[in-house]
């Protein structure tokens, strides 16, 4: 089981930038595929951004791209998510997952992720 923590979110205006941070304990978090998802209120989870284990390949929702990015740092357990060009439907709770297999592919599916972090909150004010 990997522990993830968020951090980094918050109120931003239109066309602002925030960079999410997740930090991750344990051993298995290097060879695990990470992804971002978001909720926004009285909406389904839905899939942000996913990186897979080395960091080698990553995946977008095409309404992030261009304006997102994923990356991690595996010698300091890190996954983030920098977000640019913000607006005001990016705003929801955004959860940091880890990827349920080792050594798996960057995934959109939910049910590919076994540990999730508690959520950042990111308001877009327009």
């Known amino acids: 089981q990997v522990q993830l923590v968020e951090s980094g979110g918050g109120l931003v205006q239109t066309g602002g930038s925030l960079r999410l941070s997740c930090a991750a304990s344990?051993?298995?978090?290097?060879?695990?595929?990470m992804g971002w998802f978001r909720q926004a209120p009285e909406k389904e989870r839905e899939f942000v951004a996913a990186?897979?284990?080395?960091?080698?390949?990553?995946l977008l929702t095409d309404s992030v791209k261009g304006r997102f990015t994923i990356s991690r740092d595996n010698t300091k357990n890190m996954v983030y998510l920098q977000m640019n060009s913000l607006r005001p439907e990016d705003t929801a709770v955004y959860y940091c997952?880890?990827?349920?297999?080792?050594?798996?592919?960057?995934?959109?599916?939910?049910?590919?992720?076994?540990?999730w972090g508690q959520g950042t909150q990111v308001t877009v004010s327009s």
């Open positions: 997952a880890a990827g349920r297999i080792p050594y798996g592919l960057a995934s959109r599916a939910p049910a590919d992720f076994g540990s």
């Open positions: 990186i897979n284990w080395s960091g080698g390949t990553t």
């Open positions: 344990g051993r298995t978090f290097l060879n695990r595929g």
